[in-house]
T-cell receptor
Framework: DAKTTQPNSMESNEEEPVHLPCNHSTISGTDYIHWYRQLPSQGPEYVIHGLTSNVNNRMASLAIAEDRKSSTLILHRATLRDAAVYYCILPSSNTGKLIFGQGTTLQVKP | EAGVTQSPTHLIKTRGQQATLRCSPI?????VYWYQQALGLGLQFLLWYDEGEERNRGNFPPRFSGRQFPNYSSELNVNALELEDSALYLC?????????FGSGTQLSVL
């Protein structure tokens, strides 16, 4: 299973952009990159996913490096409600496993 | 549209007992995943069911088992409960590689 590496924690100020990095140097050519987040006392929720090109949705943007060995989740204007643990995951279509690492705990300061 | 529902919300058992946790996926979703999240830890993959069949399981002992019914709902059974089984058990259903999580069952083993 391809592994991902994320910083344990990050801080941001409210209303500022946040860039959450993820390294996945063992990614295969067909692995999608998924991001989920888990707010306190809730199950994880889907944020965004992509394969090669950058992706945008109403929640965030995903910037994928040209060699696909790293990616960055971008929250354009952090709010207090964005404080959560963010997980970068490479789902395996063969095994069905979605391996959640420790993720990055994002703190947003007012 | 109803999301993934799990029951019960909380479950208290004693060592050696059996626990049964239930999950109803989003209508139209045929895949169900189970995860264990112990306090302060990340999500550990338990089981994956698709179309009524167990497709994959994580590194858990055989006393963790489950099944998926014809209506795609699922049960997770934990036999011979141990104190370290105390955790939040999360169920997710999947569509097009996106997981949708329930709010979980908090299992406490005393």
């Amino acid at each position: 299973d391809a592994k991902t590496t994320q910083p344990n924690s990050m801080e941001s100020n409210e209303e500022e952009p946040v860039h959450l990095p993820c390294n996945h140097s063992t990614i295969s050519g067909t692995d999608y990159i998924h991001w989920y987040r888990q707010l306190p006392s809730q199950g994880p929720e889907y944020v965004i996913h992509g394969l090669t090109s950058n992706v945008n949705n109403r929640m965030a943007s995903l910037a994928i490096a040209e060699d696909r060995k790293s990616s960055t989740l971008i929250l354009h204007r952090a709010t207090l409600r964005d404080a959560a643990v963010y997980y970068c995951i490479l789902p395996s279509s063969n095994t069905g496993k979605l391996i959640f690492g420790q993720g990055t705990t994002l703190q947003v300061k007012p | 549209e109803a999301g993934v529902t799990q029951s019960p919300t909380h479950l208290i058992k004693t060592r050696g007992q059996q626990a049964t946790l239930r999950c109803s996926p989003i209508s139209g979703h045929t895949s169900v995943y189970w995860y264990q999240q112990a306090l302060g830890l990340g999500l550990q993959f338990l089981l994956w069911y698709d179309e009524g069949e167990e497709r994959n399981r994580g590194n858990f002992p055989p006393r963790f088992s489950g099944r998926q019914f014809p209506n795609y709902s699922s049960e997770l059974n934990v036999n011979a409960l141990e104190l370290e089984d105390s955790a939040l058990y999360l169920c997710a259903s999947a569509l097009h590689e996106k997981l949708f999580f329930g709010s979980g069952t908090q299992l406490s083993v005393l």
